[in-house]
């Protein structure tokens, strides 16, 4: 008996998709990912390197960290062998301070981002022009480390720093309409130098210390102290302030007031390059020949330091017994802090000096890091001041960035060498990458 026709409809249907034309293929699981293979990987936090790992970046961000061994490579990636070399994160520096005009900040800007620096504070010498440049680096609209700013600092009318065109208010009405100003052109901080000309002089009063704190917190801004007493140091705490520059010069800091720091989550940015670099140069005349570290030094320090004469003044000079005791002193201060579980990050103070400039940008956040190990701390200890710790001081709660860890940006430094058996080796930078994007170095030092 026959079958009816329509009954075979089906059938042809099914036959006619199934050779009909194929969809075209999707892109492989891993277009548009940069897999950085085999290197030892430091991922900031302190925790155990990674001896052999993968580290995949997307989109600008860390999408997978893991071993080589069990972390898959998904095809169609951009695959960097790493291998012998050393992955850890960008380098974030709490302590800086740009000179000149916008140009001139920009070259800072580069400097810094030569030698890994990716994420930077300009604490307390930024007027409104120089903010709105801060405020654009900091949201990627300029070729710069992620910056943070403090606008222009607060100090007595006649106090440190002399000559500089800071807010220095007679009035407590004064101080809270500067700090207004201050919230409104966008700034991240409000810093105060609390601290006595070298010379016998006034400084800030605790009661206009107190007017500028609580107008800062009131406007939603990070009161940060540049201190070197002990005395000063505890009434700002007292105010609630957990951001300090420089360190406790004047005292042995006693137990309890140690634990207080820790409790409190109180954290220091010593800014031990900028005492040493006083006369670092007068015992390491050579460097002054390399290429990288000329490149970095602003030209006008770089020319003075390389005039033996100055060297030699330098050398004579009667502060500088008192100088190298300052730093003894603060690098056990460092010491101390760090052995009792009190946060401790990086910061330079390149840049400042009223045209000393005798810290070059980028080099030096290298340089604290030798003074820190020097000091008494680890390799490893001192790669966490400069990432981890300095990324969660200067950020509002969680960091995006300052460790290698799926969902964070992707801020890092390749290294030729393993900076945990030398922390030096951080310096022997292979490449950067900022935000998923790597930079060319060469460009950076370059360009006019």
């Known amino acids: ?13 099914g036959t006619v998709t199934a050779c009909g034309p194929s969809q075209p293929p999707g892109p492989p699981p891993g277009a548009g990912v940069v897999a950085i293979v085999g290197a030892q990987l430091i991922d900031g936090t302190g925790s155990d390197p990674i001896a052999e790992s993968v580290v995949l970046v997307r ?10 061994s069990s972390t898959p490579v998904p095809d169609g990636a951009e695959v960097i062998d790493a291998t012998s070399q050393t992955i850890m994160p960008g380098l974030v520096d709490t302590h800086a301070h740009y000179h000149g005009d916008l140009d001139r900040v920009r070259r800072q800007f580069r400097k810094q981002l030569y030698f890994g620096v990716t994420t930077a504070r300009s604490i307390g010498a930024d007027p409104p022009g120089k903010v709105d440049l801060m405020l654009k680096a900091h949201t990627g609209q300029v070729t710069a480390p992620r910056m943070y700013t403090a606008g222009l600092g607060f100090s007595y009318p006649d106090g440190f ?48 210390r107190t007017t500028v704190v609580e107008q800062a917190m009131t406007h939603d801004l990070v009161p940060v102290a540049h201190i070197i007493e002990e005395g000063d140091l505890v009434q700002l705490m007292d105010l609630g302030v ?17 634990e207080r720091l820790r409790d409190t989550g109180t954290v220091f940015s010593p800014t031990l390059t900028n005492i040493h670099a006083g006369w670092f140069w007068i015992d390491h005349p050579e460097l002054l020949d390399d290429p990288e570290l000329r490149a970095a030094f602003e030209p006008e320090a770089l020319a003075r330091w390389s ?58 956040t290298h340089h604290e890091l030798e003074l820190y190990v020097e000091a008494g701390l680890t390799p490893m200890q001192a790669i966490v001041a400069a990432t981890q710790t300095g990324a969660a001081l200067l950020a509002r709660g969680e960091p995006e960035f300052g460790t290698i860890a799926p969902g964070k940006l ?39």
Do not use: Y
């Open 1 to 13: 008996m026959r079958r009816p026709l329509v009954s075979l409809v089906p059938l042809l249907l």
């Open 59 to 68: 989109d600008g961000r860390i999408e997978t960290v893991g071993p080589q």
């Open 307 to 364: 005039d033996p004469a100055h060297r030699e003044e330098a050398a004579a000079s009667p502060t500088l017994d008192a100088r190298k005791a300052r730093l003894a002193g603060s690098m056990a201060f460092v010491k101390i802090l760090n052995d009792a579980g009190v946060g401790v990050a990086v910061g330079t103070d390149s840049g400042a000096g009223n045209g000393s400039w005798n810290v070059p940008q980028g080099w030096g």
């Open 242 to 258: 957990r951001d300090f520059l420089h360190t406790v010069e004047d005292a042995d800091i006693s137990p309890d007031l140690i």
């Open 410 to 448: 992707a801020d890092l430094i390749v290294l030729n060498r393993d900076p945990l058996a030398d922390i030096a080796n951080t310096r022997d930078i292979d490449r950067v990458m900022q935000g998923g994007t790597w930079l060319d170095r060469t460009t950076l030092m370059t360009m006019p």
């Open 161 to 208: 720093p002399p000559g500089s065109p800071v807010n220095r208010p007679h009035t407590e009405d004064e101080a809270q309409e500067m700090v207004e100003a201050l919230a409104e052109q966008g700034v991240h901080f409000v810093k105060m130098w609390v601290n006595r000309m070298p010379t016998p002089g006034m400084k800030i009063t605790p009661e206009m």
